[in-house]
């Protein structure tokens, strides 16, 4: 029998909470594993109304409530952070509390954590239930990332590392910028596990195009030295192809639109850079035991 702990952030998600576990709970039937879930409540405003019942195929489930909101990637990190502090052995399967995250796929995350516990597995995605203007966006975002990092990064928080990673993710600020850069960052080699994007459960989603946009800067800030070589390598690109085919007026926007580019980057990393993990430790108010 392994021990795996599902590791969720939640801000305001209790509805989809109170689906989505007892989802989790029915696709362990046929596990006999040691399974437990680790909410992590980013400072809801809504109040705690979670209904849980006969959740047999679960070991224990516990809420970190936070003081103040720190958004998903640092309420991962704090996840992370206290695990690492209580000294937990096993696995951590992360996923989001609104269900877009297939309870499903835990079978085969687990299957495949079999053949190797210490190595680190990402769902990538196949179709996502979004709109056409985000999936649009969505195809932009990775094309941009893939130019100026190297990385095609068709995945999100849905993933599965062992607690022997916890030194090497958690050496760096990157989990708080953008915890899946963080692992296609630290781990070359990792499993693959591809599945669909689900609609969520109940409500509506609390981010908009905005901090979408600034969380895809954060994607890109963990690679800012890769980025600055790519961005090096398309200057002189684009000064062969102007003497080629490109006119003047069009080299002159871009050049300084990469060079803002960088620095906007840079900018972004620095303010988190700041952080560190005491900050988050601080940020933890209490414990919640809902399943002993």
């Not at 195809?139 to 130019?147: A, E, G, M, Q, S």
């Not at 068709?154 to 607690?163: Q, V």
């Not at 989603?205 to 994607?219: D, E, P, T, V």
């Amino acid at each position: 029998m392994h021990k795996y702990t599902i590791l969720i952030p939640s801000y305001n998600d209790w509805e989809c909470l109170n689906l989505l576990i007892p989802s989790i709970n029915e696709t362990l039937e046929s596990f006999n594993e040691d399974v437990s879930i680790l909410i992590i409540n980013d400072a809801s405003t809504i109040k705690n109304n979670l209904s849980l019942k006969n959740l047999n195929n679960l070991k224990k489930i516990e809420i970190i409530n936070l003081k103040k909101n720190v958004r998903a990637q640092k309420a991962i990190a704090t996840g992370l952070y206290y695990l690492q502090q209580i000294k937990f052995q096993g696995g951590v399967i992360v996923m989001d509390a609104d269900g877009q995250d297939d309870p499903s796929d835990i079978k085969e995350i687990i299957k495949q954590s079999k053949y190797n516990l210490e190595k680190t597995i990402l769902v990538y995605r196949l179709r996502r239930a979004d709109s056409f203007v985000f999936k649009v966006l969505y195809k932009f975002f990775l094309i941009v990332t893939l130019i100026f990092t190297f990385k095609y990064m068709r995945f999100g928080a849905f993933s599965y590392l062992h607690s022997k990673s916890f030194d090497k993710i958690l050496s760096t600020n990157d989990v708080n910028l953008a915890y899946p850069a963080a692992l296609e960052k630290h781990f070359k080699e990792s499993g693959r596990i591809y599945a669909d994007k689900k609609k969520r459960l109940a409500g509506s989603s609390k981010n908009n195009y905005l901090s979408l946009a600034h969380y895809g800067l954060k994607i890109i800030s963990v690679f800012r030295f890769q980025m600055i070589i790519n961005s090096i390598i398309i200057f002189f690109v684009l000064v062969l192809a102007y003497n080629l085919f490109i006119s003047s007026k069009l080299l002159l926007f871009l050049l300084p639109c990469i060079l803002l580019f960088n620095m906007l980057i840079f900018l972004i990393h620095s303010k988190v850079d700041k952080e560190n993990y005491n900050d988050l430790k601080d940020n933890i108010q209490n414990l919640d035991n809902l399943k002993n």
